[in-house]
């Protein structure tokens, strides 16, 4: 066996990917960071609102109000439910944006033109949506 | 709040939607799908949920259960991050035509969302029960934009103990059943992996293990571009959306760790009979047969 074939007997070889090393790491805590924070939040919240009162619970499981940053501030001040568990949803979202975000970075850094041109498009359509849903 | 038309205490509802929403992350996981294609058949027959009210929370949860199944397969370099994210623009683009279709020509129409799930999940029994995995040809027609994008790629084949390279090819047709896949995410609240994995196999020349894993790591991206939108605009009910989260998050958990040594093939019988179930009800449900 040549020592090549050795070495891949071995096992995977994470740093032989077609993207550079970093960004599977990257992209790994931004996924279990993301998903643990966002699940602590809902957690918390969907805790707060069945200790609430019943009248509160039977709205949340209804389609709400469209989203303004003001209200989610005021409800977090106050330690509503019904807020803590809409930044846990905010978060939820935001962590595959926060991974095409840093692919942008890695594959600028990288001078990878294509997968530059690639990412930032997906950016820009998932901006595209926030205004759609921002102002429908 | 209610359970079979039965009403029930908001801590009831809570345990019980997260359990039955752990069944389906499970299942979902399983068969290396989302879950969203049991979960809102389940949120609008056994609990009394409103079609597009149901469609929101499953979207939502499934951008939790593709970042937390995807990041083990990214770390293990089993998702191909280049095909993803080549891919992405197409689901993304599909996810957020789907969702906005979804809040404005179809607003208030649950019964037209009911009756566009029925074909989509029959074909999804059907590709579920004839999809066999197909072995990557060594010599695919060749394909430039795979080359110019530098698509092709290697991966570590548990079960053969050795290395695999792939060509990719067929990248334009790829990317029309990805937007397919993302319009169906958008306007459904499923994943789409279900139709991506089988295209990235038979089309991409994709080993099936690498496509399920890349599908899983897509899936985030293309349920937040629609979520994005319902949650903006207000028609995510979080109260709702919680225990389903939190439900599919840890049964796709276990079921990711079961995964290796569950024998998917002997259950696939039981699921594509859960979705023939799934779709019946849901034309009920659409033809105003069952409230």
């Known amino acids: ?136 | 709040m209610e359970f079979l038309s039965f009403a029930i205490s908001p801590l009831a509802f809570v345990l019980l939607l997260a359990l039955i929403a752990a069944a389906a992350g499970l299942m979902g996981a399983l068969l290396g799908l989302g879950g969203g294609l049991f979960l809102v058949p389940v949120m609008v027959v056994l609990f009394g949920v409103d079609v597009q009210t149901a469609i929101v929370a499953s979207l939502v949860s499934v951008i939790g259960t593709s970042s937390g199944s995807a990041a083990s397969y990214v770390k293990e370099g089993l998702s191909d991050l280049r095909i993803a994210m080549f891919l992405e623009v197409a689901t993304v683009i599909g996810g957020v035509g789907g969702a906005v279709v979804s809040v404005t020509l179809l607003a208030g129409r649950s019964q037209i969302l009911a009756l566009v799930f029925v074909p989509v999940v029959v074909l999804a029994a059907i590709f579920m029960y004839r999809s066999r995995a197909i072995d990557v040809r060594s010599n695919p027609p060749h394909d430039p934009w795979a080359d110019w994008l530098k698509l092709h790629g290697r991966y570590f084949d548990e079960g053969q103990q050795r290395w695999v390279d792939y060509r990719v090819t067929g990248t334009q047709p790829g990317l029309v059943v990805a937007a397919f896949a993302g319009v169906v995410s958008g306007l459904l609240g499923i994943g789409g992996g279900v139709f991506a994995v089988p295209a990235m196999n038979t089309v991409m020349n994709v080993p099936v293990r690498v496509a399920s894993a890349t599908s899983n790591f897509m899936i985030g991206v293309t349920a937040t571009a629609g979520a994005v939108v319902y949650l903006l605009s207000g028609h995510l009910a979080i109260g709702l959306a919680a225990p389903v989260a939190i439900g599919v998050l840890a049964g796709s958990f276990a079921g990711a760790r079961l995964h290796r040594t569950a024998p998917a093939e002997t259950l696939k019988g039981l699921f594509v009979a859960i979705l023939g179930l799934a779709a019946v009800v849901m034309l009920l449900r659409g033809l105003g047969l069952l409230q």
């Open chain 1, 1 to 136: 066996m040549t020592v090549e074939g050795a070495l891949d007997a071995i096992g995977p070889r994470p740093e032989e990917t077609n993207v550079p090393p970093v960004l599977p790491q990257l992209i790994y805590y931004t996924l279990r960071i993301g998903v643990g924070i966002a699940a602590a939040l809902i957690l918390l919240g969907v805790g707060l609102l069945v200790a609430g009162s019943t009248a509160s619970f039977t709205t949340a499981t209804e389609q709400g109000s469209p989203f303004s940053l003001a209200g989610l501030a005021n409800g977090l001040a106050g330690g509503r439910a019904a807020e803590i568990l809409l930044l846990g949803f905010l978060v939820l979202i935001l962590t595959p944006l926060i991974r095409v975000v840093f692919s942008v970075l890695t594959f600028a850094v990288a001078r990878d033109r294509a997968f530059t041109v690639l990412t930032v498009t997906v950016l820009a359509l998932i901006g595209a949506s926030v205004l759609v849903g921002a102002f429908p």
